[in-house]
């Protein structure tokens, strides 16, 4: 069973800056793509960050102000937040798609098998 515990989550001001984290365990090692979302109230969960094999994709929102990385060694996925507008404020989630690399990295929320429980990250202006 694999787990996603998110955590970096906090209240900024408007140009700030934070790390999310997300703690995976319950597999040795995770091949399949991984990502980030976000959940604003009334809005539908989209897609930030993603990545697999190296490869990244950023939404256009997040563009040159967000980075995602991972530690394969300490199976944690990593989101650096710089800039952080108003807009920014969500609830953010981490997510694997599939244990294992299946030759596409979706975009879709609906298409990621796990996922953490979120952590809330709210800017102030």
């Known amino acids: 069973q694999v787990q996603l515990v998110e955590s970096g989550g906090g209240s900024v001001q408007a140009g700030g800056s934070l790390r999310l984290s997300c703690a995976i365990s319950?597999?040795?090692?995770?091949?399949?793509?991984m990502g980030w979302f976000r959940q604003a109230p009334g809005k539908e969960r989209e897609a930030v960050a993603t990545?697999?094999?190296?490869?990244?994709y950023y939404a256009d929102a997040v563009k040159g102000r967000f980075t995602i990385s991972q530690d394969n060694a300490e199976n944690t996925l990593y989101l650096q937040m710089n800039s952080l507008k108003p807009e920014d404020t969500a609830m953010y989630y981490c997510?694997?798609?599939?244990?294992?690399?299946?030759?596409?990295?979706?975009?879709?929320?609906?298409?990621?098998?796990?996922w953490g429980q979120g952590t809330q990250v709210t800017v102030s202006s």
């Open positions: 997510a694997v798609d599939r244990i294992f690399w299946r030759g596409v990295c979706p975009k879709s929320a609906a298409d990621f098998v796990h």
């Open positions: 319950g597999y040795t090692r995770i091949t399949g793509c």
């Open positions: 990545i697999v094999t190296g490869s990244t």
